[in-house]
């Protein structure tokens, strides 16, 4: 999986820098709420920003309202931040024509699970390696009592994280 590997120094300080921001980002929403949480969609916006601006019908974010506790709240924007950063250099958001869709919805047990979709990108491949963003990803979810699944479809990675929330 290629989230946030770098060949050099700088890019590996880009890299961190990108996570520290995704988690500055969603503490801006806490102080907003007095620490109760951050609403779900609004995570979503905030790290899907960059992208949405440049072609607003590029990116689909669709669910119910959520309101997650901190803890799930920054897993969340890290694990948004990541994917996206992801998209931008090798999936659905370095094409023109890629499109990306996040979608959640709650289970009749009260789990959150959250779908993230990319097509029109160009071809994809299950990775020879994890970096070191997939296990970011997957410890952080799975710190959560959480699941993360990624499959690597042809047209765009697909990736489904469960959790209770």
């Known amino acids: 999986m290629h ?4 060949e050099t120094p700088e890019g590996l300080k880009r890299a961190i ?6 988690l500055a980002n969603v503490h801006s929403l806490f102080v907003k709420s007095r ?17 949405v601006q440049k ?4 990116v689909s974010i669709e669910g119910p ?10 897993a969340i924007a890290v694990t948004l931040h990541e994917l996206a950063t992801n998209a931008a250099k090798y999936g659905a958001l370095s ?38 963003g997939g296990k970011v990803i997957k410890n952080m979810i799975e710190q959560l009592k959480g699941q993360t699944r990624f499959d690597w479809r ?11 929330a």
Do not use: M
Request: net charge negative.
């Open 35 to 51: 620490w109760i949480g951050a609403e779900l969609s609004t995570v979503a916006k905030q790290e899907l920003t960059p992208y």
């Open 95 to 132: 094409a023109t024509e890629g499109q990306l869709e996040v979608k959640w919805s709650h289970t009749p047990d009260r789990r959150l699970t959250l779908l993230w979709t990319e097509t029109g990108g160009p071809p994809v491949k299950a990775p020879t390696r994890h970096g070191f």
């Open 3 to 6: 989230l946030s590997q770098s």
């Open 154 to 164: 042809p047209e765009g990675l697909v990736c489904e994280i469960s959790l209770q």
């Open 65 to 74: 309202e959520v309101l997650l506790e901190p803890n799930s709240a920054q």
């Open 55 to 58: 072609n607003e019908s590029r």
């Open 17 to 22: 820098e990108g996570r520290i921001q995704a």
